[in-house]
Protein backbone atom coordinates (compact mmCIF):
# COMPACT_ATOMS: atom_id res chain seq x y z
CA UNK A 1 0.00 0.00 0.00
CA UNK A 2 1.21 3.56 -1.01
CA UNK A 3 1.18 6.47 1.36
CA UNK A 4 2.68 9.72 1.15
CA UNK A 5 2.44 12.42 3.24
CA UNK A 6 3.02 16.19 2.04
CA UNK A 7 4.51 18.23 4.39
CA UNK A 8 7.67 16.99 6.87
CA UNK A 9 7.40 19.40 10.01
CA UNK A 10 5.59 17.93 13.62
CA UNK A 11 2.77 16.21 12.08
CA UNK A 12 4.00 15.38 8.77
CA UNK A 13 6.72 13.36 10.15
CA UNK A 14 4.80 11.63 13.37
CA UNK A 15 2.50 10.87 10.88
CA UNK A 16 4.46 9.36 8.58
CA UNK A 17 6.63 7.17 11.44
CA UNK A 18 3.35 6.46 13.14
CA UNK A 19 1.59 4.95 9.99
CA UNK A 20 5.12 3.02 9.03
CA UNK A 21 5.02 1.68 12.77
CA UNK A 22 1.39 0.49 12.49
CA UNK A 23 0.36 0.06 9.27
CA UNK A 24 2.27 -3.49 8.17
CA UNK A 25 3.14 -3.23 4.63
CA UNK A 26 2.60 0.38 4.32
CA UNK A 27 4.89 2.05 1.73
CA UNK A 28 5.33 5.45 2.81
CA UNK A 29 7.02 8.44 1.07
CA UNK A 30 7.53 12.06 2.52
CA UNK A 31 7.33 15.18 0.21
CA UNK A 32 9.45 18.52 1.72
CA UNK A 33 10.71 21.29 -0.35
CA UNK A 34 13.60 21.33 2.07
CA UNK A 35 15.34 18.11 3.10
CA UNK A 36 15.32 18.72 6.66
CA UNK A 37 13.10 18.80 9.83
CA UNK A 38 12.62 22.26 11.31
CA UNK A 39 11.92 22.20 14.91
CA UNK A 40 9.57 26.07 14.51
CA UNK A 41 9.29 26.76 17.98
CA UNK A 42 13.69 26.94 18.04
CA UNK A 43 13.75 29.04 14.43
CA UNK A 44 14.17 32.70 17.15
CA UNK A 45 16.86 30.32 18.31
CA UNK A 46 18.41 30.14 15.36
CA UNK A 47 17.92 33.59 14.63
CA UNK A 48 19.87 34.62 17.56
CA UNK A 49 22.70 31.80 17.48
CA UNK A 50 22.30 29.95 20.49
CA UNK A 51 20.50 26.73 18.84
CA UNK A 52 20.07 25.13 16.16
CA UNK A 53 16.96 24.22 14.59
CA UNK A 54 17.32 21.81 11.73
CA UNK A 55 18.00 18.42 11.33
CA UNK A 56 18.49 15.85 8.44
CA UNK A 57 14.90 14.56 7.46
CA UNK A 58 16.88 11.04 6.57
CA UNK A 59 17.63 10.93 10.71
CA UNK A 60 14.42 11.50 11.43
CA UNK A 61 12.15 8.99 9.50
CA UNK A 62 12.03 5.63 10.81
CA UNK A 63 12.67 2.24 8.53
CA UNK A 64 9.45 2.20 5.58
CA UNK A 65 9.76 6.24 5.48
CA UNK A 66 11.55 7.52 2.16
CA UNK A 67 11.83 11.25 1.73
CA UNK A 68 11.98 12.80 -1.46
CA UNK A 69 12.70 16.42 -1.47
CA UNK A 70 10.42 18.32 -3.59
CA UNK A 71 7.09 20.65 -4.07
CA UNK A 72 3.52 19.31 -4.72
CA UNK A 73 2.04 21.44 -6.85
CA UNK A 74 -1.54 19.67 -6.57
CA UNK A 75 -3.19 16.91 -4.72
CA UNK A 76 -5.80 14.57 -5.09
CA UNK A 77 -7.79 11.68 -6.99
CA UNK A 78 -5.13 9.04 -5.73
CA UNK A 79 -1.98 10.97 -7.18
CA UNK A 80 0.21 13.65 -6.02
CA UNK A 81 2.32 16.14 -9.01
CA UNK A 82 4.71 17.75 -8.15
CA UNK A 83 6.33 20.80 -9.58
CA UNK A 84 9.39 18.82 -11.80
CA UNK A 85 6.62 16.71 -13.44
CA UNK A 86 6.51 13.09 -11.40
CA UNK A 87 3.28 12.14 -10.11
CA UNK A 88 3.02 9.97 -7.07
CA UNK A 89 -0.02 7.51 -6.81
CA UNK A 90 -0.87 6.61 -3.43
CA UNK A 91 -3.70 4.61 -2.12
CA UNK A 92 -4.10 7.19 1.36
CA UNK A 93 -2.27 10.58 1.66
CA UNK A 94 -1.37 13.02 4.54
CA UNK A 95 -1.70 16.81 3.52
CA UNK A 96 0.78 18.06 6.63
CA UNK A 97 2.09 21.62 4.71
CA UNK A 98 1.75 23.94 7.98
CA UNK A 99 1.01 26.98 8.08
CA UNK A 100 2.73 30.37 6.62
CA UNK A 101 3.67 34.27 6.53
CA UNK A 102 2.41 37.14 4.89
CA UNK A 103 5.31 39.76 5.70
CA UNK A 104 5.42 43.53 5.00
CA UNK A 105 7.06 44.70 2.32
CA UNK A 106 10.77 45.94 4.42
CA UNK A 107 10.54 43.16 6.64
CA UNK A 108 12.06 39.56 6.92
CA UNK A 109 9.83 36.77 8.36
CA UNK A 110 11.37 34.85 11.32
CA UNK A 111 8.27 32.78 11.43
CA UNK A 112 9.55 30.15 8.44
CA UNK A 113 13.13 28.66 7.86
CA UNK A 114 14.39 30.57 5.01
CA UNK A 115 12.98 33.94 6.85
CA UNK A 116 15.01 33.10 10.14
CA UNK A 117 18.28 32.22 7.62
CA UNK A 118 17.68 35.73 6.29
CA UNK A 119 17.04 37.35 9.79
CA UNK A 120 20.48 35.61 11.08
CA UNK A 121 22.81 36.47 8.49
CA UNK A 122 21.03 40.04 8.63
CA UNK A 123 21.73 40.56 12.39
CA UNK A 124 25.11 39.62 11.92
CA UNK A 125 26.08 42.64 10.21
CA UNK A 126 24.51 45.58 12.54
CA UNK A 127 26.77 47.66 14.10
CA UNK A 128 26.48 47.93 18.23
CA UNK A 129 23.89 51.01 18.88
CA UNK A 130 21.80 49.54 15.67
CA UNK A 131 17.57 49.03 16.23
CA UNK A 132 15.74 45.87 15.58
CA UNK A 133 12.27 46.19 15.49
CA UNK A 134 9.81 42.57 16.11
CA UNK A 135 6.35 43.35 14.69
CA UNK A 136 4.39 40.79 16.65
CA UNK A 137 3.49 40.96 20.10
CA UNK A 138 2.32 36.97 20.39
CA UNK A 139 4.30 34.28 21.27
CA UNK A 140 6.52 34.28 18.23
CA UNK A 141 7.52 38.22 18.94
CA UNK A 142 8.05 37.52 22.34
CA UNK A 143 10.33 34.89 21.86
CA UNK A 144 12.31 36.31 19.23
CA UNK A 145 12.62 39.88 21.06
CA UNK A 146 14.02 38.09 24.29
CA UNK A 147 15.85 35.92 22.51
CA UNK A 148 17.74 38.50 20.46
CA UNK A 149 18.02 41.21 23.14
CA UNK A 150 19.80 38.43 25.93
CA UNK A 151 22.06 37.36 23.32
CA UNK A 152 23.04 40.19 21.41
CA UNK A 153 23.22 43.28 24.13
CA UNK A 154 24.43 45.72 22.77
CA UNK A 155 21.81 46.12 20.48
CA UNK A 156 18.71 47.73 20.86
CA UNK A 157 15.45 45.65 20.54
CA UNK A 158 11.82 46.74 20.44
CA UNK A 159 8.85 44.74 20.11
CA UNK A 160 5.94 46.37 18.22
CA UNK A 161 2.06 45.06 18.24
CA UNK A 162 -1.13 46.38 19.47
CA UNK A 163 -1.77 44.87 22.59
CA UNK A 164 2.01 43.01 23.91
CA UNK A 165 2.22 39.58 25.51
CA UNK A 166 -1.95 39.13 25.04
CA UNK A 167 -1.68 35.35 24.31
CA UNK A 168 -1.53 35.74 28.44
CA UNK A 169 -3.93 37.20 30.74
CA UNK A 170 -3.19 38.86 34.53
CA UNK A 171 -0.40 38.23 36.30
CA UNK A 172 1.03 35.73 33.38
CA UNK A 173 0.69 38.94 31.00
CA UNK A 174 2.57 41.18 33.30
CA UNK A 175 5.09 38.68 33.76
CA UNK A 176 5.90 38.40 29.57
CA UNK A 177 5.81 42.32 29.72
CA UNK A 178 8.39 42.92 32.85
CA UNK A 179 10.57 40.12 31.16
CA UNK A 180 11.13 42.06 28.04
CA UNK A 181 11.84 44.59 29.85
CA UNK A 182 14.16 43.42 31.91
CA UNK A 183 15.83 42.39 28.99
CA UNK A 184 15.91 45.63 27.57
CA UNK A 185 13.41 45.31 25.36
CA UNK A 186 11.43 48.52 24.56
CA UNK A 187 7.37 47.83 24.12
CA UNK A 188 5.15 49.15 21.66
CA UNK A 189 1.80 48.69 21.96
CA UNK A 190 0.72 49.64 18.30
CA UNK A 191 0.37 48.48 15.00
CA UNK A 192 2.22 48.61 11.99
CA UNK A 193 1.19 50.24 8.96
CA UNK A 194 4.43 50.02 6.76
CA UNK A 195 8.21 49.57 6.78
CA UNK A 196 10.27 52.05 4.93
CA UNK A 197 12.78 50.74 2.74
CA UNK A 198 15.68 52.51 4.92
CA UNK A 199 13.83 50.47 7.97
CA UNK A 200 11.23 53.57 9.49
CA UNK A 201 8.90 51.58 10.87
CA UNK A 202 5.09 53.53 10.16
CA UNK A 203 2.66 52.96 13.30
CA UNK A 204 -1.19 53.02 12.98
CA UNK A 205 -0.97 56.00 15.31
CA UNK A 206 0.84 57.92 12.70
CA UNK A 207 4.23 57.47 14.71
CA UNK A 208 7.73 56.52 13.07
CA UNK A 209 10.25 54.72 14.58
CA UNK A 210 13.66 54.36 13.24
CA UNK A 211 14.83 50.50 12.73
CA UNK A 212 17.95 49.02 10.87
CA UNK A 213 16.08 45.96 10.79
CA UNK A 214 12.22 44.90 11.07
CA UNK A 215 11.45 41.56 11.31
CA UNK A 216 7.84 39.99 10.99
CA UNK A 217 7.04 37.60 13.87
CA UNK A 218 3.33 36.85 12.37
CA UNK A 219 2.50 33.91 11.21
CA UNK A 220 -0.88 34.07 9.02
CA UNK A 221 -2.63 32.15 6.24
CA UNK A 222 -1.55 28.91 5.02
CA UNK A 223 0.21 27.24 1.93
CA UNK A 224 -2.42 27.75 -1.05
CA UNK A 225 -2.15 23.89 -2.04
CA UNK A 226 -5.47 22.92 -0.22
CA UNK A 227 -7.55 25.70 -2.51
CA UNK A 228 -5.07 25.01 -5.53
CA UNK A 229 -6.40 21.02 -5.61
CA UNK A 230 -10.14 22.17 -5.64
CA UNK A 231 -10.48 20.99 -2.05
CA UNK A 232 -13.23 22.76 0.15
CA UNK A 233 -11.38 25.18 1.89
CA UNK A 234 -12.27 28.04 4.67
CA UNK A 235 -11.47 31.78 4.42
CA UNK A 236 -8.16 30.84 5.11
CA UNK A 237 -7.51 28.52 2.83
CA UNK A 238 -7.25 25.49 5.82
CA UNK A 239 -8.84 22.25 3.92
CA UNK A 240 -11.96 21.67 5.39
CA UNK A 241 -12.14 17.87 7.44
CA UNK A 242 -14.55 15.49 9.03
CA UNK A 243 -14.36 14.75 12.64
CA UNK A 244 -11.90 11.93 11.82
CA UNK A 245 -9.62 14.63 9.92
CA UNK A 246 -10.53 13.28 6.50
CA UNK A 247 -11.02 16.12 3.62
CA UNK A 248 -14.64 16.37 3.04
CA UNK A 249 -14.07 16.14 -0.39
CA UNK A 250 -11.88 12.67 -0.15
CA UNK A 251 -11.96 10.26 2.51
CA UNK A 252 -8.57 8.78 1.31
CA UNK A 253 -6.78 12.25 2.37
CA UNK A 254 -6.25 13.27 5.77
CA UNK A 255 -5.58 16.94 6.63
CA UNK A 256 -3.27 17.35 9.50
CA UNK A 257 -1.86 20.35 11.36
CA UNK A 258 -1.98 23.95 10.67
CA UNK A 259 -3.44 23.82 7.00
CA UNK A 260 -6.42 21.93 8.35
CA UNK A 261 -9.75 23.63 9.29
CA UNK A 262 -10.12 21.79 12.49
CA UNK A 263 -12.96 23.32 14.93
CA UNK A 264 -11.53 25.09 18.12
CA UNK A 265 -7.56 24.67 17.01
CA UNK A 266 -5.16 27.58 16.04
CA UNK A 267 -1.95 27.52 14.40
CA UNK A 268 0.18 25.37 17.40
CA UNK A 269 2.88 22.88 17.20
CA UNK A 270 1.00 21.52 20.25
CA UNK A 271 -1.72 20.35 17.85
CA UNK A 272 -0.05 18.89 15.10
CA UNK A 273 1.77 15.96 16.55
CA UNK A 274 -1.46 15.07 18.24
CA UNK A 275 -3.28 15.37 14.56
CA UNK A 276 -0.42 13.43 12.86
CA UNK A 277 -1.13 10.47 15.56
CA UNK A 278 -4.99 10.60 15.32
CA UNK A 279 -4.96 10.89 11.67
CA UNK A 280 -2.03 8.17 11.38
CA UNK A 281 -4.09 5.76 13.72
CA UNK A 282 -7.47 6.30 12.37
CA UNK A 283 -5.83 5.01 9.14
CA UNK A 284 -4.72 1.98 11.30
CA UNK A 285 -8.19 1.46 12.30
CA UNK A 286 -9.64 1.86 9.25
CA UNK A 287 -7.37 -0.82 7.53
CA UNK A 288 -8.59 -3.02 10.05
CA UNK A 289 -11.94 -2.84 9.30
CA UNK A 290 -12.63 -1.27 12.83
CA UNK A 291 -14.39 2.13 13.10
CA UNK A 292 -12.52 5.97 13.21
CA UNK A 293 -13.44 7.85 15.90
CA UNK A 294 -13.20 11.44 16.08
CA UNK A 295 -9.91 13.80 17.01
CA UNK A 296 -11.07 15.59 19.68
CA UNK A 297 -8.76 19.22 20.85
CA UNK A 298 -7.47 19.28 23.84
CA UNK A 299 -5.14 22.64 25.30
CA UNK A 300 -2.91 22.31 28.80
CA UNK A 301 -1.24 25.60 28.72
CA UNK A 302 0.73 28.37 26.78
CA UNK A 303 4.33 29.43 27.28
CA UNK A 304 7.34 31.10 25.82
CA UNK A 305 10.89 31.61 26.78
CA UNK A 306 12.61 35.14 27.40
CA UNK A 307 15.78 34.13 26.74
CA UNK A 308 17.46 30.91 27.98
CA UNK A 309 17.09 31.42 31.66
CA UNK A 310 13.05 33.09 32.24
CA UNK A 311 10.24 31.70 30.96
CA UNK A 312 6.72 32.59 31.60
CA UNK A 313 3.36 30.23 31.09
CA UNK A 314 -0.24 29.67 32.01
CA UNK A 315 -2.54 26.67 32.26
CA UNK A 316 -5.56 26.39 30.42
CA UNK A 317 -9.28 24.92 30.02
CA UNK A 318 -9.30 21.93 27.79
CA UNK A 319 -10.60 24.75 25.00
CA UNK A 320 -7.65 26.88 25.04
CA UNK A 321 -9.64 29.34 27.62
CA UNK A 322 -7.13 30.51 29.80
CA UNK A 323 -6.73 30.06 33.63
CA UNK A 324 -5.16 32.34 36.32
CA UNK A 325 -2.72 29.60 37.64
CA UNK A 326 0.56 30.51 35.85
CA UNK A 327 4.10 29.02 35.97
CA UNK A 328 7.44 31.38 35.75
CA UNK A 329 11.17 31.31 36.14
CA UNK A 330 13.11 27.84 35.95
CA UNK A 331 9.94 25.79 36.75
CA UNK A 332 8.83 27.50 33.10
CA UNK A 333 11.93 26.85 31.23
CA UNK A 334 12.32 22.78 31.82
CA UNK A 335 8.75 23.06 31.00
CA UNK A 336 8.91 24.80 27.50
CA UNK A 337 12.02 22.94 26.80
CA UNK A 338 10.73 19.47 27.68
CA UNK A 339 7.80 19.88 25.55
CA UNK A 340 10.11 21.64 22.57
CA UNK A 341 12.08 18.56 23.16
CA UNK A 342 8.90 15.83 23.03
CA UNK A 343 7.82 17.83 20.01
CA UNK A 344 10.66 16.44 17.77
CA UNK A 345 10.93 13.12 19.39
CA UNK A 346 7.33 12.64 18.42
CA UNK A 347 8.18 13.56 14.96
CA UNK A 348 11.19 11.21 14.69
CA UNK A 349 9.88 8.32 16.75
CA UNK A 350 5.66 8.24 16.00
CA UNK A 351 5.38 8.11 19.72
CA UNK A 352 2.98 10.28 21.08
CA UNK A 353 -0.33 12.40 20.28
Known amino acids: MQVVVVGAGYAGMLAANRVAKKVKGAR ?13 VRLHQRIAGTAEAAAP ?23 ALLADGTVLTYDYAFLAVGSTVRPL ?19 ATLPPGGRVTVVGGGATGIETAAEIAESHPAL ?31 IVDDGVEAVADDGTVRLASGASLASDLALWAIVSGVPALAARSGLSVDADGRALV ?47 GR ?5 SVRYLARAVTLGRHDAVGQLT ?19 KELATRGGKFGARTGIGG
Not at 28 to 40: A, G, L, M, Q, S
Not at 166 to 171: A, K, L, M, N, S
Not at 244 to 262: I, K, P, T
Open 317 to 335: ERDDTLRPTRFTGRTAVVI
Open 242 to 288: DACLRSVDDERLFVVGDCAAVPGARFACALAGPQGAHAADTLARILA
Open 57 to 79: LESMARDGVRVRVGTVEKIGDGS
Open 156 to 186: RVRIVGPHVADVFTGRARETARKGLERLGVE
Open 291 to 295: DPEAF
Open 28 to 40: VTVVNPRPHFVER
Open 105 to 123: PGTIPVGVWEGAERARAAL
